[in-house]
């Protein structure tokens, strides 16, 4: 299954922001499990090294960055992207609908992020890192 991580769950692992590392840094453990396949944007990327470099620095952000650009695939924002979320007029985030098409545009069936608000318009399902543990990999 390809699912998406929105920039917060990678901010959460980053930062070891507690209580959420403990789901979150499970989701993202999912790169290893030959069942799913991680996605996230370049822009959540940006976003990540952001927020890890004001708590960490920029070497050890850096080096947090290169661990998941191993393990992580990563969508496109194209200009067809773009596009796509100018059209769309229940959008109001443009930053959120990039991440929303790209994921859709990479075929993932799943958006985790913890701030499920930003996807009201989601065509596919929305989940925090808890709840899509205990739905999708846990019960299986």
Known sequence: MNIFLDANVIVSVLNKEYPLFTYSSRVLSLADDPRFT?????????????????????????KKIAVLTEKLRFT?????????VEKNKKIHDFEDGLQYYSAVESGCKYIITEDLGDFYFSEI????????LEKCVFEK
Not at 76 to 84: P, R
Not at 125 to 132: I, M
Request: net charge positive; aromatic share 12%; glycine share 4%.
């Open 38 to 62: 991680v996605y996230t944007s370049p822009l959540c990327l940006a976003i990540a090294f952001y927020f890890a470099e004001k708590k960490n620095g920029t070497a050890m952000a850096r």
């Open 76 to 84: 496109s924002i194209t200009e067809e992207t773009v596009m796509l």
């Open 125 to 132: 399902p929305t989940a925090g890192s808890r709840v899509f």
